[in-house]
């Protein structure tokens, strides 16, 4: 089946302009994910998603980067007035739901199923 | 949310046995441990998770004490496609995020 798919893979903008990056999720998955990794570091988290609310948003490095969530279903994170310190891979995941559930042999985690991402350049 | 320390790098040989160990001292009585890979230019995928002892699967293994306050993870007989970043997550049984660390990046060598 089809898996997570982002949009587009690769975006070189200018310092100062918008950008938008798109991403479609595994069908049926309610939880979704923004991250963000910079050349040779480790995920950045950016925000969740549990349907078209967004219960966690602390991950937003400032009030330039904004996502919104529709129809349960696709994500647009924005990112205005672009900096070149935005420059990054954002990557984008999808589960079943954000929560685990049961205990000890019951326990069913619901793994993030990731994008491809999208390489952001800004000059 | 429990805090995870790993290595920042590894290398080893075609046909080691890898071993990955993880710390998280303030792990909570539900939380589980996790494990993702990441290979270059890829999002990450999950290969393993485990409350205590020992978990296995066709990838790797994974070892927890029974403290819990680290856990290993073993890659059998590596290849060099097994050249990746390793996550080490801490998964609360909650309805919370997960954090990703730095991870171990681990280099096999012919």
């Known amino acids: 089946g089809a898996g997570v798919s982002q949009s587009p893979s690769n975006k070189v903008t200018e310092k100062g302009k918008d950008v938008e990056l798109r991403c479609d999720p595994i069908?049926?998955?309610?939880?979704l994910y923004w991250y963000r990794q910079s050349l040779g570091q480790g995920l950045e988290f950016l925000i969740y998603?549990?349907?078209?609310?967004?219960?966690?948003k602390s991950g937003l490095p400032s009030d330039r980067f904004s996502a919104e969530r529709t129809g349960g279903s696709v994500s647009t994170l924005t990112i205005q007035r672009t900096q070149q310190e935005d420059s990054a891979v954002y990557l984008c995941a999808s589960s079943l739901s954000p929560r685990s559930s049961g205990q000890g042999a019951s326990f069913s985690y619901n793994e993030q199923f990731f994008g491809p991402g999208t390489r952001l350049t800004v000059l | 949310l429990a805090k995870t320390t790993q290595p920042i790098s590894m290398d080893s040989y075609e046909g080691q046995e890898v071993n990955i160990t993880c710390s998280h001292n303030n792990i909570a009585t539900n939380d589980y441990i996790t494990w993702y890979q990441q290979f270059p230019s890829q999002g990450p995928r999950f290969i393993i998770q485990g409350y205590k002892t020992k978990v296995t699967n066709e990838v790797a293994s994974l070892f927890i004490p029974a403290d819990r306050k680290s856990s290993t993870l073993s890659l059998p007989r590596v290849s060099l496609s097994d050249t990746a970043v390793y996550y080490c997550l801490v998964v609360p049984n909650r309805d919370d995020k997960i954090i990703f660390g730095k991870g171990t990046r681990l280099h096999i060598l012919p």
């Open positions: 069908s049926g998955h309610t939880a």
């Open positions: 998603f549990q349907g078209n609310s967004a219960p966690d």
